[in-house]
């Protein structure tokens, strides 16, 4: 079809019966079929008067009339056909310049989008047949896949809306020319765009922590939920809600912003923690959903008081102790958290508290010198102070009483350390003679005092161990013994060592004229010779009287008034007077001997005086004597 005009194309030859060469022959084309051919009327030369297109016309049948003007003139037609061939001179195109194909993301693969039909205008078949091929502008892996024949486009991989929101190919339609020099291209933009699926759950951005201090107003902004969902539309169009956790709706959530707002007033000590399920809902159909815990921290702020768990701590501590024994533990309590709620002990200016110390962090408190019970007993310590460390801080106080517990470190002190005195010898028995007191200034049974002897009293002295009293256990006799020494002791009543201290005591008994005196001999015969002159000391009487002083100093006398003789009432002399009558002279002298006691006590003695010539016989007025005594009758009574 691309044969040029003007050029031979065939040259038709007269039949053989007219080929001799003085033949006129003429030569034409029926008029229907000279429309491309010219023929030369001479020759017969076949002309081609126009450019052929195959597309239009493949095939001409040429009617060519053949003259013959000899004589007899004749005629002939000769058929020609002419078969047009085909030149790749059109190339492939498509119907539109660009094409926009809507696909869901979620197809299978395999799966047809769409079939291309390019045209190409060429009649024979290598050069109108075309093939199919695609590029994508797209980097990466071309999910799709074009039929090189059928020009059917179907997915490759699976499609991700959320990865690739569309895809930019160019398809190309190439015919199939023998030359491949001669072949002709077209290509076609096309923008497949994946439509959305609702296949993505809503994605929680924001965190699923959030602080919020505990004063903050009703109405305070306390997080921003953020979800993401990636599908488009109504698929990614987020709501939130609160499944859970703020059932007494202290906070409200905004459902289409996700921002979260206190509704009540917030107290770190009630609850310092919330977890609130929170669902982000898409509005898919159906719809999907995320859910997220949110943990919302109360902040502390100080706005607690720390408090003693007792208001007054009591105890008790050993006295003599090293300094560091451990006395208390106070602890108190501070329902803030942190640094807030981070308490410091201290003890406070007061009587006796220099005595002790205090952990500041711990609240143990230990001695800081040793204490003697005797010196101060009880410690009454009103400053007991802890605060936290909030800014500012806040403190309580609370009492001590401290009570030193004894050691028996003390023991029994007399007040003197000899006793002396004096008792009369007449006390009747159990008679108190002396209060023993020894103090112990320890407590409860080490201060308790047991008193007792540790020498021998002969049987004499008993002695109240509770008391200390100490009484007689028999009558004393100060002629038997006029002296006791012995020692008491005071011992306490610990049951762990014992402590002990005695004392001397030295009882004298004191005289009572409680004794007669006693001759020596009674009754006493004295011979005295008739020539004894006057004056002269013819006996003497001797008397004893165990008393002591004026209780056992004898005076004589004689009972009876005498001329003749006279007593020296000291020495017990007999003194002659008067001359002796006769040498048959004979006389009883009744002398009495008295002590000086207040209430003197007597003896007679019977003094016989006789002369060489004559001597007296004594004798009884009775030969039995009988008398009744009490069985409790007082020695020395009549």
Not at 131 to 153: C, Q, R
Not at 205 to 218: A, F, R
Not at 555 to 574: C, H, P, R, S, Y
Request: proline letters at 4%; charged letters at 20%.
């Amino acid at each position: 079809e691309n044969f040029k005009p003007a050029q031979v194309l065939y040259s038709l030859k007269a039949p053989s019966n007219h080929l001799a060469l003085n033949r006129k022959l003429h030569f034409s084309i029926a008029k229907d079929d000279n429309a491309h051919f010219e023929i030369d009327s001479l020759t017969g030369d076949l002309y081609l008067s126009k450019e052929l297109d195959y597309e239009t016309d493949s095939h001409f049948l040429l009617q060519v009339i053949i003259k013959d003007y000899n004589n007899p003139p004749q005629n002939s037609t000769v058929f020609l056909s002419i078969d047009v061939e085909d030149k790749n001179d059109h190339s492939p195109y498509f119907q539109d310049d660009f094409v926009v194909i809507g696909i869901e993301e979620n197809v299978p693969v395999g799966t047809l989008v769409y079939t291309f039909n390019a045209k190409d205008g060429d009649g024979s078949f290598l050069n109108s047949k075309i093939e199919y091929s695609l590029e994508t502008s797209n980097m990466g892996e071309n999910p799709f896949f074009i039929h090189p024949l059928y020009g059917t486009l179907t997915t490759a991989s699976p499609l991700d809306r959320e990865v690739t929101h569309s895809v930019i190919l160019t398809v190309f339609a190439e015919d199939q020319a023998i030359n491949l020099t001669d072949r002709w291209v077209d290509s076609l933009a096309v923008k497949i765009v994946i439509l959305d699926i609702n296949d993505n759950s809503p994605s929680f951005m924001s965190s699923h922590l959030s602080y919020v201090m505990e004063d903050v107003k009703v109405g305070f902004l306390v997080h921003h939920i953020i979800a993401k969902d990636p599908d488009e539309g109504r698929n990614g169009q987020v709501t939130y809600h609160i499944l859970s956790g703020n059932e007494e709706k202290t906070f409200v959530l905004d459902k289409i912003t996700g921002l979260l707002t206190t509704a009540q007033f917030l107290d770190h000590e009630v609850q310092e923690r919330y977890s609130l399920t929170v669902i982000a809902l898409d509005d898919g159909n159906p719809a999907l959903s995320a859910t997220q815990v949110l943990t919302v921290i109360v902040l502390d702020v100080n706005d607690e008081t720390p408090v003693f768990l007792k208001q007054l701590y009591e105890t008790a501590v050993h006295e003599n102790r090293d300094p560091g024994e451990f006395v208390i533990r106070v602890e108190a309590v501070d329902r803030d958290a942190g640094l807030n709620s981070l308490l410091r002990y201290e003890l406070l200016p007061g009587a006796g508290y220099e005595k002790f110390k205090m952990n500041s962090h711990s609240g143990e408190l230990i001695t800081a010198a040793s204490l003697d019970r005797e010196t101060q007993e009880v410690f009454s310590i009103k400053g007991s102070s802890c605060h936290d460390l909030g800014s500012p801080s806040r403190s309580s106080t609370a009492q001590l009483y401290l009570k030193v517990l004894d050691e028996n470190d003390h023991s029994p002190l007399f007040a003197k350390t000899q006793y002396q005195i004096s008792v009369t010898e007449n006390l009747e028995e159990g008679s108190a003679i002396l209060d023993l007191f020894a103090s112990d200034e320890d407590a409860g049974l080490n201060g308790e005092v047991m008193y007792s002897f540790i020498d021998d009293t002969y049987g004499a002295f008993a002695i109240d161990s509770v008391t200390g009293s100490i009484v007689t256990t028999k009558a004393l006799d100060r002629e038997t013994k006029s002296q006791y020494t012995f020692r008491a002791v005071a011992s306490d009543r610990s049951t762990h060592f014992p402590r002990s201290s005695t004392v001397s005591i030295v009882v004298h008994v004191d005289d009572v004229n409680d004794n007669n005196p006693v001759f020596l001999q009674n009754p006493i015969s004295v011979f005295v010779p008739a020539e004894t002159a006057v004056n002269e000391t013819v006996a003497t009487v001797r008397a004893e009287d165990v008393d002591l002083g004026s209780n056992g100093a004898i005076v004589f006398n004689l009972m009876m008034a005498e001329t003749v003789f006279q007593i020296d009432a000291k020495t017990g002399d007999i003194i002659l007077r008067e001359p002796l009558a006769s040498k048959g002279f004979s006389t009883q002298l009744l002398v009495m001997a008295s002590d000086q006691g207040i209430a003197p006590r007597t003896a007679t003695a019977v003094v016989i005086i006789f002369t060489e010539e004559q001597e007296e016989v004594i004798s009884f007025s009775h030969t039995l004597y009988e008398a009744s005594v009490p069985e409790n009758s007082a020695a020395g009574g009549h």
